[in-house]
């Protein structure tokens, strides 16, 4: 949107991992970023000009655009934490997503893995657990941290996220589809308290004993359940519980 403010042109914008489906919006569950940022804005204006074929930016200021830059931008963070770890420092991917399936984002991702950049110690040449969750919504954010993460969800607490953690909300899937075929945008989260609320729903995912499933090596799937005395914690169970 944009709207005159005393001698100013101001552009709000309002970017999510879903879409405006009036049916789907009743059950599924997204993040959605709503922004005043001038620099956002110009990017959305230049996006939609690409869109309208008026326009063919060379960059763009925040925002990371598919099919042209968002792999490349991932793939070179990627290989970013996998210098970190070989190097000794910690390197660290967390990202959530409904599919990962692009063959080079995979390939990037092992590669990371067998340099150092794991999720937990057992599991030293695999991004593992992977895991998926199922229940009464559908939980459609797409979201990555950079030294927090894309594929794998862990019982192990989230780091720390200081301002020169990269965290990024999208719509888009890391699927040839999503990344090679489409236009699809990636928007930077810099607010603090957004980013510490972001850290707030993943760490409900990760610590989720109920609903989620962790891919083993062998390919397979096993459904956590709680440890005897342990309490139930399924993540929509305990996100409608904050809720009330």
Known sequence: MVRREGDEIRRYVHIGTGNYNPRTARYYTDFGLLSADPDLGADLSELFNVLTG????TGYRKLLVAPRWMKASFLEKIEREAEHARR??????????????????????????QAGVRDRPDHPRHLLPAARRAGRERADPRVSHR???????????LPAMPARRRCYISSADWMPRNLDRRIEAAVPIEEPKHRAEIRRLLEAMLEDNRQA????????????????????????RVLVERGR
């Open 213 to 236: 499933w962790e891919l083993g090596a062998d390919g397979r799937y096993t459904q956590r359940t709680p440890a005897p005395g342990e309490p139930d914690r399924g993540t929509h």
């Open 147 to 157: 030294r927090a993460l894309p594929g794998a969800l862990t019982r192990l607490p």
């Open 54 to 57: 008026f326009g063919a930016p």
């Open 88 to 113: 000794g420092r910690q390197g660290r991917i967390l990202a959530k997503m409904n599919a990962l399936v692009d063959p080079e984002v995979i390939e990037a991702l092992y590669r990371a893995s």
